[in-house]
């Protein structure tokens, strides 16, 4: 079964600062990977998605997440926190064996201190 | 523009009142996914569809209903079986092509209870 675990609901850091938003996967075989951000009253925005063809993945708005099969983990990074980017944000997975149904994190709500 | 719509953008239920909730989508996607948000519970899955004519029922189908008579459209019916409708509903697509297919999403609608 496939099933996605974000860690921290809740996320702040100062504006200029890393963002760093958790994600692991469990999953038996190999799977597609994708961020989600939402702002207030609105649908959910791809910001990336994993592949298979490359471990780093560059996404929308300076995001980046890197697939580590080792530990499991597809992690959610930006070097440098902008306002912006205060929002809440989901981790997904879907694959071959998931009957085409995407398979949600419960959300990490982002805020961005000035 | 290609993208989903999704209608009204806040509706009203009474006690005993069945309502209906639009989704339209000129993507030509196959797949068509009806989502319940929560605060705190990310999204969970209601219906979804893959062909004209069929559709399956998700995590939480108790008290909703669909039809898709129609490639382009979804509708979700949420009826006075469902005790607790007040939430925010999503309603997404995608192609269904076997490989990493992102979903997409609409805007989304508040249901409120009066």
């Known amino acids: 079964a496939q099933s996605v675990t974000q860690l921290g609901s809740h996320v702040s850091v100062s504006e200029g600062a890393l963002v760093l938003l958790r994600c692991n996967y469990s999953s038996s075989v190999p799977p597609y990977l994708f961020w989600y951000v939402q702002y207030p009253n609105q649908g959910l925005q791809l910001l990336l998605k994993?592949?298979?063809?490359?471990?780093l993945v560059k996404g929308i708005n300076g995001f980046e997440a890197e697939f580590k099969k080792s530990e499991t983990s597809f992690h959610l990074t930006k070097p440098s926190a902008h306002m912006s980017d205060a929002a809440e944000y989901f981790c997904?997975?879907?694959?071959?064996?998931?009957?085409?149904?995407?398979?949600f994190g419960t959300g990490t709500s982002l805020t961005v201190i000035p | 523009d290609g993208g989903i719509t999704q209608s009204p953008k806040y509706l009203f239920r009474k006690e005993g009142q069945n309502v209906t909730l639009s989704c339209e989508q000129n993507?030509?996607?196959?797949?068509m996914y009806w989502y319940r948000q929560d605060p705190g519970q990310g999204l969970r899955l209601i219906y979804y569809?893959?062909?004209?004519?069929?559709?399956q029922k998700g995590d939480i189908a108790e008290g909703y209903s669909v039809s898709r008579e129609k490639k382009e459209s979804f509708p979700l019916t949420v009826t006075s079986a469902q005790k607790n409708p007040t939430a925010f509903y999503l309603c997404?697509?995608?192609?269904?092509?076997?490989?990493?297919?992102?979903?997409?999403f609409g805007p989304g609608t508040r249901l409120l209870v009066l």
């Open positions: 569809s893959q062909i004209v004519n069929d559709f």
């Open positions: 994993y592949t298979s063809a490359a471990t």
């Open positions: 997404a697509s995608r192609r269904l092509a076997g490989g990493p297919e992102t979903q997409y």
């Open positions: 997904a997975v879907s694959g071959l064996n998931t009957g085409n149904q995407f398979y």
């Open positions: 993507l030509n996607h196959d797949a």
